[in-house]
């Protein structure tokens, strides 16, 4: 029997204004973390999908056998994202970026911070905003 792993490597449609979380070392970890385990592939998102983010272009490193290993994942996509030049900097923006420990993560974001930038919302949405009166041409 064939197993797939289901996991959410991008920003879907609950955080859409971002396009992507910028914690590529906890992401490539994961990304070894499963391959090295018996799975036969991954479903990427269980929503609309989201950005093309180089967390997802991540899992066709991973997806190569022998798989990398983090450093050499985290090494190709930062050259082929930002340069050699920029390499050494991008790579320590990672770091710096992540959390310590997975255990500093938030298990949940507060309510508030959801569905609160107008780039997400649409355009009815944000018609329901404006004072009833606008907009409207008196009809003659």
Same mark, same amino acid.
């Given at each position: +029997? ?5 996991? $959410? =490597? ?12 910028? &914690? +590529?070392? *906890?992401?490539? $970890? ?10 036969? %592939?991954? +479903? ?5 999908? %989201? !950005? ?9 490193? !991973? /997806? ?11 090494? $190709? ?12 900097? &991008? ?20 309510? $508030? ?13 944000? =018609?329901?905003? *404006?004072?009833? /009166? ?7």
């Amino acid at each position: +029997m064939k197993t797939i792993a289901k996991i $959410q =490597a991008n920003c879907s449609w609950e955080l859409s204004a971002v396009p992507s979380l910028p &914690v +590529m070392n *906890l992401v490539t $970890q994961h990304y070894s973390n499963l391959a090295q385990t018996d799975i036969d %592939g991954l +479903m990427m998102s269980w929503s609309v999908g %989201g !950005f093309p983010s180089p967390n997802l272009e991540l899992a066709r490193y !991973f /997806d190569s056998k022998p798989a990398p290993t983090v450093r050499q994942a985290l090494t $190709q996509i930062g050259e082929s994202r930002y340069g050699p030049d920029a390499l050494a900097d &991008v790579l320590a923006a990672w770091r710096s970026s992540a959390p310590p420990s997975r255990s500093t993560l938030p298990r949940r974001l507060p309510l $508030q911070w959801s569905h609160t930038v107008r780039a997400s919302e649409s355009a009815l949405r944000q =018609a329901q905003r *404006l004072p009833r /009166d606008h907009g409207r041409v008196p009809l003659r």
